[in-house]
């Protein structure tokens, strides 16, 4: 009356591993399709350190990111961002240090406006020194015992400031060092109250830990200008990632702001990673307008 099924259970339970196997490769390479992914190029300088690390943690914390962020030079940042290998670079200076490159990649890469706006580069003095001019470094060589410290060498901020010594017949030697050295001569001259003029630029953690001031230019001998720090984006970001882009539209910093992150960063031994999430924790409100509303 009833017929009797023989059931090779080997290849039964084979074919149901395939099956549930077949579902697991699916449901995973849906979501890994469905992944929202950034990945940001940004120089090794202080600034952008500080800020490129914090962007990756609210991308990530906030907006369910999976973030890669990479250090390099600039002209290779410039290219790996026009090829579309990665989106966006976070740290253009103009209207003049990128200038170039802005102008030969123009046709591909998109500007998404400033993360920050005010840099200023030039001679630096501790508030309590008491001139106010380039033009008066001469008439007090002893004083500064005839030196401005700088940085590396080959940095931009050295070439002018080079030139700035001709243009100004200024008496003085300009010293060659490192942003680490030229903050701790800082350091060291203000905690013995001595006067100390050095190369400085804008935005970086001193002017949070140190009351400082730039030296006037004269009119007619204007070598820097003050500009602004924007982001650059591939080509089509804003068509293949329009929440990346919109919140990189959004990412802007005050000078408190940015100075404030750069301090933590400075003085802290943790990962700047960890740092730059308890700012972000501190700062709930600053980060609700960075992040776009659906």
Same mark, same amino acid.
């Given at each position: 009356m009833f017929k009797h099924v023989k059931v090779n259970l080997p290849s039964a339970l084979m074919l149901l591993l395939?099956?549930?196997f077949a579902v697991t490769l699916t449901s995973c390479s849906s979501k890994e399709n469905s992944q929202k992914t950034a %990945?940001?190029?940004?120089?090794n300088w202080a600034e952008g350190v500080a800020y490129t690390n914090l962007a990756k943690v609210?991308?990530?914390d906030k907006m369910d990111y999976k973030v890669t962020i990479t250090a390099a030079d600039v002209g290779p940042a410039y290219t790996a961002v026009a090829q579309g290998t990665k989106d966006a670079f976070m740290e253009t200076w103009l209207p003049v240090l990128h200038k170039d490159y802005v102008d030969r990649f123009k046709d591909k890469i998109v500007d998404l406006g400033h993360v920050f706006d005010g840099t200023q580069s030039g001679l630096v003095v501790p508030d309590y020194v008491t001139i106010d001019q380039i033009s008066e470094l001469n008439d007090n060589k002893d004083k500064f015992d005839g030196q401005i410290v700088g940085i590396d060498a080959g940095a931009g901020i050295m070439k002018t400031s080079d030139k700035l010594i001709g243009e100004y017949s200024l008496n003085y030697k300009l010293i060659s060092s490192s942003g680490?050295?030229?903050?701790?001569?800082?350091? !060291?001259?203000?905690?013995? %109250?001595k006067w100390i003029v050095v190369t400085g630029w804008r935005p970086h953690w001193m002017f949070a830990r140190w009351n400082l001031k730039f030296l006037k !230019? @004269?009119? @007619?001998?204007?070598?820097w200008k003050k500009g602004s720090i924007h982001i650059m984006g591939r080509k089509d970001l804003e068509t293949a990632k329009p929440e990346l882009a919109q919140f990189l539209?959004?990412?802007?910093?005050t000078n408190d702001q940015l100075a404030d992150?750069?301090?933590?960063v400075e003085e802290s031994d943790q990962d700047i990673e960890v740092v730059a999430r308890k700012w972000m924790n501190e700062h709930p409100k600053d980060i609700d307008t960075w992040i776009p509303k659906n």
């Open positions: 395939v099956a549930v %990945n940001l190029v940004y120089v609210i991308l990530e680490p050295a030229m903050t701790a001569a800082l350091k !060291q001259a203000i905690s013995n %109250n !230019q @004269d009119p @007619d001998k204007m070598m539209k959004n990412y802007h910093f992150l750069m301090l933590k």
